[in-house]
């Protein structure tokens, strides 16, 4: 029996790839690269193509035992999700559209979903916990939230049981140091603030700093992306045993602002980091931080690399090691 993950080529996925070969699982990975790489899965069993080809998903149903499946494969950009909403509902909600009915017609009862903090929309209160209103402020949240409805639908009408993670910041990168984040373009703060250090760009730009937290910048949740990779493991795993639909947060209930985030970097790189404060970039909440404490309940989560430093030195490792990400021809080698 084998694992499908979807968009195991991409940044979380292709991490969550390698703990799940750690622990002995078969898996199949489906990407269609259109932001993942090639170089990033180590894995026998790999199709590139799209998820919403309908086509493909029977072939690969067909030439594999699929057990449960994993769906990262998605668009992402919380920006780009209010310019062009229709791309969001397209390859989000429409790919899990199609992915669900390949499941249902091949007997699939199992999947684990990348969703995200972006559900919450503007929180009410801190730490947000599973139960905390949804109103999402980009489409990119509304079509995490309409899947994780539709998930909801699926479970009681054909049965198909769902874990749900609200991912809140991903960071860092594999300890072995091979592989790590490659997003292009790069819009993540982390990456970013590293890229500067690398020399590859002048300054940081801080989008805002007079939000209303204790130094005007936006204040956030890091999680290291071992540690979701972890979270997904132990998800199947609940799928398996309990057989129960679930939502969960992923974070590590600690907030660090933007200024903080940057100060870390240049104690981790030892580099002066210039950085210039511009405007607010629309649509970010000051302050998300989550409530992960259902994770650690029912999945038996525990968190490995909760701390800042230990999660930038991660991160600062990769880049260190591969400045041109993937495409500099050693991402991906050991
Ligand atoms: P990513 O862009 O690195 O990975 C997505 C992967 O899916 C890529 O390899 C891409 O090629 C593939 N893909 C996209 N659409 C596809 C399609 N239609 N068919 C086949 N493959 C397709 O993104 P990531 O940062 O690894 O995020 C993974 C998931 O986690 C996404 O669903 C994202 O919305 C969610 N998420 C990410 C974060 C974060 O901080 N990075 C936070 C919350 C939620
Ligand atoms: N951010 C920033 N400068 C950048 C990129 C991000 O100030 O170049 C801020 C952003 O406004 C947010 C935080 O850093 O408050 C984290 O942003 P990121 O894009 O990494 O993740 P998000 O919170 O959007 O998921």
């Keep these: 029996m084998s694992v499908l993950v979807t968009g195991g080529a991409g940044y979380i996925g292709s991490h969550t790839v390698a703990e799940l070969l750690t622990r002995g699982e078969e898996v199949v990975v489906l990407d269609s690269l259109q932001t993942g790489h090639r170089g990033a899965v180590l894995v026998e069993y790999y199709y590139q193509g799209d998820v919403r080809d309908t086509d493909l998903l029977q072939r690969v149903f067909t030439d594999h035992e699929i057990e449960a499946v994993i769906h990262f494969a998605a668009s992402s950009l919380v920006g780009e999700s209010v310019t062009d909403p229709l791309k969001y509902y397209d390859n989000n909600v429409v790919a899990v559209q199609r992915l669900l009915a390949a499941m249902n017609r091949h007997g699939v009862k199992q999947i684990v979903f990348s969703s995200t903090a972006a559900t919450y929309g503007e929180p009410l209160r801190t730490p947000i916990e599973e139960e905390d209103p949804t109103e999402p402020t980009s489409p990119y949240g509304e079509t995490k939230l309409a ?10 009408a054909y049965g198909i049981k769902s874990v749900s993670l609200r991912y809140f910041n991903a960071a860092g990168a594999h300890p072995d140091g091979w592989i790590g984040e490659d997003h292009q373009p790069e819009t993540h703060l982390i990456p970013i603030i590293l890229q ?139």
Excluded at 252 to 262: A, D, E, L, P, R
Excluded at 298 to 327: M, Q
Aim: some cysteine; glycine content about 12%.
């Design 147 to 156: 899947i994780e409805k539709m998930l909801a639908w699926c479970d009681r």
């Design 196 to 334: 500067v250090a690398l020399g590859q760009r002048e300054h940081v730009a801080i989008f805002g700093d007079d939000y209303p937290t204790e130094d005007g910048t936006c204040i956030r949740d890091y999680i290291h992306v071992m540690d979701l990779a972890q979270a997904h493991y132990l998800a199947l795993q609940r799928l398996r045993s309990s057989g129960e639909s679930g939502i969960y947060n992923l974070g590590n209930g600690t907030g660090f602002s933007v200024k903080q985030v940057i100060e870390k970097c240049r104690e981790v790189t030892g580099h002066p980091i210039p950085s210039v404060v511009s405007p607010r970039r629309p649509g970010d909440p000051a302050v998300l931080i989550a409530s992960s404490q259902k994770a650690k309940r029912e999945l038996g989560w525990t968190p490995r690399y909760a701390d800042l430093g230990t999660i930038i030195e991660s991160a600062w490792n990769w880049h260190r090691r591969h400045p041109l990400g993937f495409g500099g021809g050693t991402g991906g080698s050991r």
